[in-house]
């Protein structure tokens, strides 16, 4: 494999997992916005019997990522450059996800620009058809502002529970993760379950 980047041919039909992973048949976990690389590479290494995908819209960053998936030697780590919101509500098939990962998305913070930000009632809907059973959603941000935004548009969707987050190792965080920390600015975190 010399490119960890997975380009459909085909942009508007659901994308099938058997042409993107040899291993079709290992749950799906989907890192939202992958960025440096950081959460990816460590859970491709430490979880070989899961498949994960990061989707991530800056070619320059996602170049960086698949360097590094590259040099890892992960076969069940692949790469898409598209906009989040479209992969998951067009390209990722009913019920192929056992999780996502969405770590430090855009809390876009102006008020007139709320709309921008990525948990809309439309993309949870979305998330929804996407996950199998059990599914989960896993969230982390620095902005307390859009973290209540985030529980206001999950919380009452009756199909998810919402459960105590997950911890990560030090080696599976993402460098806004560790600005922040070093900066002193608290990190807010939920996961929610798909139950029905």
Not at 40 to 67: C, E, K
Not at 157 to 164: A, D, I
Not at 175 to 191: C, D, H, M, T
Request: net charge positive.
């Amino acid at each position: 494999m010399d490119t960890a980047i997975y380009r459909p041919t085909n942009w508007l039909d659901p994308m099938v997992l058997s042409q993107i992973f040899a291993e079709s048949s290992q749950p799906l976990e989907v890192d939202v916005g992958c960025g440096k690389g950081a959460f990816l590479v460590w859970a491709g290494q430490t979880r070989p019997a899961s498949n994960f995908l990061g989707i991530d819209r800056q070619l320059a960053r996602l170049s960086r990522v698949d360097r590094k998936v590259l040099r890892a030697g992960l076969t069940n780590v692949r790469l898409i450059r598209v906009e989040a919101s479209y992969c998951i509500g067009k390209l990722l098939p009913t019920g192929s996800v056992s999780a996502y990962h969405i770590y430090f998305p855009d809390p876009w913070p102006k008020r007139r620009h709320h709309g921008r930000r990525l948990f809309q009632p439309e993309f949870v809907t979305d998330l929804l058809r996407t996950l199998g059973k059990g599914g989960e959603v896993n969230v982390a941000t620095d902005d307390a502002d859009y973290f209540a935004h985030i529980d206001g548009v999950m919380s009452p969707v009756l199909q998810f529970q919402r459960l105590e987050p997950q911890e990560l190792p030090e080696e599976a965080t993402t460098e806004f993760e560790r600005l922040f920390r070093e900066a002193g600015k608290s990190v807010f975190r939920s996961r929610y379950r798909r139950c029905d």
